[in-house]
């Protein structure tokens, strides 16, 4: 088994910063790709930014410029630095993970999701 731990979250003033973070942790042989979305009341969950295993990002058109998806392997830990933050990016931002793990005898590929950090932006 595998827990994502999230942090960062909170409330900001627009075009401030904040920086979340998912920690890792658990049966872990190799993490696969990382990523983070986003659900804002009444609308579907949607990708933010995604950072998959070759080490390439790709990332919202609504995010691009002022968002960033950077992993620390040592750590098991991706991050999303967010900057210039407007009202419509208040959501709640979950990291997902795809992690390969151990299992008796050979290797397994799950899907976690973090538990979910709240982000407003509101003056």
């Known amino acids: 088994q595998v827990q994502l731990v999230e942090s960062g979250g909170g409330l900001v003033q627009p075009g401030g910063s904040l920086r979340l973070s998912c920690a890792a942790s658990g049966n872990i042989f190799r993490i696969n790709a990382m990523g983070w979305y986003r659900q804002a009341p009444g609308k579907q969950r949607e990708l933010v930014a995604a950072?998959?295993?070759?080490?390439?990002?790709n990332y919202a058109d609504s995010v691009k410029g002022r968002f960033t998806i950077s992993r620390d392997n040592a750590k098991n830990t991706v991050y999303l630095q967010m900057n210039s933050l407007k009202p419509e990016d208040t959501a709640v931002y979950y990291c997902?993970?795809?992690?390969?793990?151990?299992?008796?005898?050979?290797?397994?590929?799950?899907?976690?999701w973090g538990q979910g950090t709240q982000v407003t932006v509101s003056a």
């Open positions: 997902n993970v795809e992690v390969t793990s151990w299992r008796p005898g050979n290797l397994a590929v799950d899907n976690y």
């Open positions: 950072m998959p295993s070759g080490g390439s990002t």
